[in-house]
């Protein structure tokens, strides 16, 4: 017999449990997030099985990456006033100066995020894959 504080079955586990939300903002921030995960899970599970929950945490991955791709770019243009997109802009800057550094610092970085993001779509769509082959 199921009680009713039970998690369906077909909800994809969390590695580890939200914080608790005290305040009002929290709470509606919380419920909003999970009604959300939530339905995009069981619609994409509905869609294609299990390929449909290694589609949502690539998305998730994704999201996480993105944020993190940011947060470089951001610091350069609050520090030092510039963006840094691409090497290109890295040789532009002076030889002996700061900026050229954290500009190859920054674009690298970014550069890296994407190849890890890229090896764990990978990852996860060749572990599908293998699980479908077997009988």
Known sequence: MKSSKQKPLSSPM?????????TRWGKSAKTLVMNVSEFVDQLLY?????LGRTVYASI???IALGILLKVPGLIGQIILGKDFSSFDICLTENAWGSARYACFI??????????????????RFWVDIKKMRKP
Do not use: K, T
């Open 14 to 22: 969390p590695v580890e449990e939200s914080p608790l939300a005290n």
């Open 46 to 50: 509905g869609l294609m099985g299990d």
């Open 60 to 62: 998730q991955d994704a």
């Open 106 to 123: 920054i674009v690298a970085s970014d550069f890296l995020l994407w190849i890890v993001l890229a090896g764990r779509i990978i990852a």
